[in-house]
């Protein structure tokens, strides 16, 4: 499984021969400047809610992928597939066979509007269970309890990406509890340095893992790991 990281939430996850795209925002990410969404080539998107800092480039990443199919909550799959774009309708708790591998939609605890302040359901996490590897996408969330039924009900995790960023979603001493909640030593940083609310001390917060025989990546924005 190749993780390419664009920045803030927004990943490219090569495994089971596709290419699964998280949270597009790059045009409106300051870090992200060197990239431009219409030049993201993928087969799905998986949208985590939908606040801007995470659909900005929804719409121009289907523009250039008409194939792609936009997993999401029902109320993401109800907004994009009247726009005319092909969409995967999921809910909390639930999990689908795809091409790629099983996804199961995960509970996350933060709030969910589109830009325009209209309803977009419940956020959610994903849990990807593919012939390459098992990767868990948190979204934005809080630490909370409910990963805890993540090593229950699916299969072991290779890797986890979580929020770490503070303000908005847990900070990464959460993290480094969630990843023992959710059973994985291989945690993935998201969703910091974005914006002023939530910058981090990037040697802090990897020592912290280290110090618990953990480890935590921060990709840097444009190059890829391998898992
Ligand atoms: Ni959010
Ligand atoms: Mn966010």
Not at 10 to 26: M, V
Not at 129 to 135: E, I, R, S
Not at 164 to 187: H, P, Q, V, W
Request: proline letters at 4%; one cysteine or more; glycine letters at 8%.
């Amino acid at each position: 499984m190749k993780i390419t990281y664009y920045g803030h939430s927004c990943f490219l996850i090569e495994a089971g021969g596709k290419r699964l795209l998280t949270d597009p925002f790059i045009s409106g990410n300051p870090l992200a400047s060197a990239f431009k969404a219409s030049d993201i080539r993928c087969d799905y998107v998986l949208q985590s809610h939908g606040h801007a800092d995470h659909i900005y480039d929804l719409e121009t990443v289907l523009q250039n992928n008409p194939e792609a199919i936009v997993v999401g909550i029902w109320e993401i799959h109800d907004r994009y597939s009247q726009k005319g774009y092909k969409t995967h309708p999921m809910n909390i708790g639930g999990s689908w066979q795809f091409d790629f591998g099983k996804v199961k939609m995960v509970a996350a605890v933060h709030s969910s509007s589109f830009p325009d302040g209209s309803y977009a359901g419940q956020a959610a996490g994903f849990v990807i269970d593919t012939p390459d590897g098992v990767l868990y996408f948190a979204g934005d969330t809080a630490l909370t309890r409910d990963m805890e039924l993540i090593p229950m009900t699916c299969p072991a995790l290779d890797a986890a990406i979580l929020p770490i960023g503070s303000n908005f979603t847990m900070d990464y001493k959460e993290a480094l509890i969630a990843s023992d909640f959710i059973r994985c030593n291989r945690i993935i940083g998201c969703h910091f340095d974005t914006f002023g609310f939530i910058v981090i001390d990037h040697e802090a917060a990897v020592n912290t893992f280290a110090e618990s025989g953990k480890e935590l990546t921060l990709i840097p924005i444009g190059q890829h790991i391998e898992i």
